[in-house]
């Protein structure tokens, strides 16, 4: 989870800087997909049946790709700062 996690940050920066966006959301939306659906499925997860897991698993990656439009296309519209420059400190 931890890499899906990383790869939504990336796509949230290059939705933001207005870069090819897709090339992030497709692995990370499969990778959401498989993770929720393991989690629901397994033993020391929720241990609901599998084809539960899939109908579960694909409304809640469809929610979190929703929020995360949502969110991405607010953050685009306030022009947040991306690329911070930091000052050289005086040794």
Known sequence: MPAA????????YLFI??????????PVIVMTL?????????????????????IVGTVITVIVTA????????????NIEVDVQLEKEAV
């Open 34 to 54: 498989m993770t929720v659906i393991y989690i629901l499925n397994a033993k020391i997860g929720f241990n609901i049946p599998l084809n539960t897991s899939y």
């Open 17 to 26: 800087k207005g870069k090819l966006y897709v090339v992030f959301l497709i």
């Open 67 to 78: 929020v995360f439009f949502m969110k991405a296309v607010k953050n685009k519209n306030e």
């Open 5 to 12: 996690i990383a790869l939504w940050i990336g796509t949230m």
